[in-house]
């Protein structure tokens, strides 16, 4: 069956929002908590997207600032995540990556979807999401 995030084309697992509707997002979605994407690559696209403007809007800044915003310590294992991107990524907590940067920002996202659904990304398919911005 695979984890739910690659069913539903959304790697990153963003949960359904009221107010914003992603470009390639299915909608009325079957999961009553999280988007579906017509394809991976538009849940990786959405999933880029989302950190770009967690730098523009909310002033993220290192690799543990936009964790901490996406995996909140109240629901999650954040300092677990954090450490695996890290490990993922090899850089330090403290690193700053550039969110107009194509290699760094796909090396972090196929971080984040390993930690969210537990099997290495496919980088054709975070590349093509980077392509579609």
């Known amino acids: 069956m695979g984890a739910r995030g690659l069913r539903n084309n959304n ?11 992603w470009q390639g997002e299915v909608r009325p979605s079957q999961d009553r908590a999280f988007c579906q994407f017509e394809s991976i690559a538009y849940g990786y696209r959405a999933g880029l997207k989302l950190l770009q403007n967690y730098r523009k809007l909310n002033g993220c800044r290192t690799i543990a600032d936009f964790i901490n915003r996406w995996a909140p ?14 490990r993922e990524m ?3 907590s403290s690193y700053v990556p550039d ?3 194509r290699a760094t920002m796909c ?10 659904n537990g099997v290495p990304a496919v980088m054709a398919d975070v590349v093509a999401g980077w392509n579609l911005l």
């Open 11 to 21: 790697p990153l697992n963003i949960r359904l929002s009221a107010t914003t509707r």
């Open 73 to 86: 310590p109240v629901e999650n294992n954040t300092s677990g995540y954090i450490n695996r991107v890290c």
């Open 90 to 92: 090899q850089v330090p």
């Open 99 to 101: 969110v107009n940067d």
């Open 107 to 116: 090396a972090f996202a196929a971080a984040m979807s390993r930690v969210e």
